[in-house]
């Protein structure tokens, strides 16, 4: 795999400080100290404890985007992955200075503990009278680091910090004392694991493009989120139903003598709150997938999800990736800790910071199908007494065109990546395979031709979705009404192209796609007006069709909107025409 290394910026060295300037500009609740890149509340409230933390730019929306009201008072941001420097850290206390205390929150990483650390020791040296006010909390959630292998070091801060933002900032807003939520924000910080996965690493903006990428079919587990190496690769990537449990068996064992970090009890009386964060590339539609898979796992091991988060937490730029982290939840027989209760009602206490995502505060449901709809069953208004002439004929062909459609996929996807938007062959490959499947269990036979073709709008309708299915899904639903109409009890081929002339009319009403329009009307039209001089003539004229779409302007369809002289340049077929010359082709054989 080749990291993405493009990025849209002004210069590298301006991009943390203007970024920083558009965050405020979204945020005017937030302030910004340009010099030393400080982004702070506008209008502190200096009788609450205030809680700061940073670190190196590259991880947004952490750190500046947690602060708000119930979140972060202040956050320090470095250069790209780097600390920023204890002159910084000091201008933001200052900045946040107050009646109650400060708590200073950082991951554990080096750079921070050392520069965040010297900028509070520093403070404390110049107000020795306000030296207890000044707390300082490190986080390591990282679970990858083995014990043997963190003996010095400790574990490293990833997604998890962001729980302790929350919690203690919340905790902090109903007027606590610095000791109370020193204590809170150390005993959650306590209770955390976090691991991530990446298929690949990212790009630092203004570097060269790294050559430690992985290969095609190959993920890292435990990876950094300064590109640091992971704790091992596996190839190929398996499954998420696969991937997950093993993630989470590094969270939550207590028999790992390198990890078993936080005490677990397995016994079906855990309950967590479950942190799904994406590193900065993953789409939505996988992360949920993730969501998903990381619930069920947790159900299946008996572990009770109270909450759960779903999100950019804590990125690392543009890493094709994830992490996730487990808050173990204090037992209701447990003294001596914050209750359950107080830390769930602190983490969904309402906030600005921009950088929050919503959650639905609640335990999570299971997904579940509402059962107050009735159930509606519709009579079938005609006789299926239309039949092949040759039923294993038609069953054969009906199978030929699948397989060929399938085998296709690849031509077919190529030509979309130029032409479209990449997924006619997939699409149609879903439909192909799920005919089959109809057509192995019976549900498609030349013994009933009408509920065949009935089958397969229902097919392309529910199997390929977007805009081929619904072409073909109306075009196949009109097929079947045209056949309906038909008096002989054999589908003839004039039968055939009867109800063929009908169904492409009825489409028409629903696209405005007309020959030559390089889209799949052209091949579907050009069969079906030629098929009165016999079948092998209407396929070559499908074929012309569809061949001619690489030198023909797109009138319609995806193709309209690509670039009309990168379509004449690549001479690429309609992707949607050809799968209908593919298809016509094989039932022809």
């Keep these: 795999m080749v990291v ?39 209008d502190q409230d200096r009788s609450k404890v205030a809680l700061l933390c940073g670190g190196g730019s590259g991880h947004e929306p952490s750190h500046s985007g947690f602060v708000g009201q119930g979140a972060l008072t202040a956050a ?33 990483y080096t750079g921070d503990v050392l520069n965040f650390g010297l900028a509070k020791e520093e403070y404390a040296a110049r107000y020795p009278n306000k030296a207890d006010r000044v707390k300082f909390v490190i986080v390591g959630d990282d679970v990858a680091v083995g014990k043997t292998q963190g003996s010095i070091v400790g ?20 007027g606590a004392s610095v000791d109370e939520v020193y204590d809170v924000a150390q005993y959650v910080s306590s209770r955390l694991g976090t691991i991530g996965v990446g298929l690949d690493h990212c790009h630092v903006p203004g570097t060269a493009v790294p050559d430690t990428h992985l290969g095609a079919n190959e993920l890292e587990i435990g990876l950094g989120i300064h590109n640091e190496s992971g704790h091992r690769r596996i190839s190929p990537v398996p499954p998420l139903n696969e991937l997950i449990p093993t993630l989470l068996e590094m969270i939550t064992s207590t028999t790992d003598k390198e990890r078993s970090f936080i005490p677990f009890k397995n016994d079906s009386t855990d309950r967590v709150v479950l942190l799904v964060n994406n590193l900065g590339g993953l789409s939505e539609l996988e992360l949920g997938g993730v969501v998903a898979e990381a ?13 759960i988060l779903s999100g950019s937490f804590m990125t690392s730029l543009n890493m094709p990736g994830f992490s996730i982290t487990v808050l173990l939840l204090p037992a209701a ?7 359950a209760d107080l830390i769930l009602s602190l983490l969904d206490d309402s906030t600005n910071t921009p950088g929050w995502k919503w959650s639905s505060r609640s335990v999570p449901k299971p997904p579940s199908v509402s059962s107050s709809l009735p159930t509606v069953t519709h009579a079938t208004a005609w006789s299926a007494s239309l039949k092949a002439p040759d039923i294993n004929q038609f069953n054969n062909a009906v199978e030929r065109a699948c397989r060929a459609l399938i085998n296709a996929e690849p031509e077919i996807t190529y030509m979309d990546s130029i032409a479209g938007d990449g997924d006619c062959g997939l699409t149609l490959k879903g439909g192909a395979t ?11 036979s030349g013994n009933d031709v009408l509920g065949s073709v009935i089958t397969i709008s229902r097919i392309a309708e529910d199997a390929m979705g977007g805009t081929s299915g619904a072409l073909y899904s109306i075009f196949f639903s009109a097929l079947a009404q045209a056949l309906a109409k038909s008096s002989s009890s054999t589908a003839t081929q004039e039968v055939w192209r009867t109800a063929l002339e009908a169904a492409l009319g009825r489409l028409y009403t629903y696209t405005r796609a007309r020959p030559p329009s390089r889209t799949l009307v052209d091949p579907l039209a050009a069969f079906i007006g030629t098929l009165s001089s016999g079948l092998a003539a209407a396929v070559e004229a499908a074929r012309e069709a569809a061949e001619g779409t690489k030198d023909m302007e797109a009138k319609a369809g995806r193709s309209a909107y690509v670039d009309s002289i990168k379509l004449k340049a690549e001479r690429v077929t309609d992707p949607g025409a050809w799968g209908v010359k593919v298809v016509v082709e094989a039932l022809a054989q």
């Design 76 to 108: 320090v941001c470095g250069n790209v992955f780097a600390s920023p420097s204890a002159g910084q850290v000091r201008r933001a206390i200052d900045l946040i200075d107050n009646e109650k205390g400060t708590i200073i929150v950082v991951k554990n």
């Design 155 to 174: 574990r490293r801060g990833l997604a998890g910090v962001c729980l302790v933002y929350k919690i203690a900032g919340a905790l902090a807003q109903t």
């Design 4 to 42: 993405q290394s493009k990025h849209f910026l002004n210069t590298a060295p301006s991009l943390v400080l203007d970024s920083l300037e558009g965050l405020c500009a979204i945020n005017t609740h937030l302030a910004l100290d340009p010099t030393h890149r400080v982004v702070y509340l506008a």
């Design 434 to 444: 799920a005919v089959l499947e109809a057509l192995s269990k019976g549900s498609i």
């Design 295 to 307: 619930k069920r796992a947790l159900d299946k091991s008996g572990i009770k999800v109270m909450r």
């Design 333 to 339: 027989n447990d003294t001596g800790t914050p209750s």
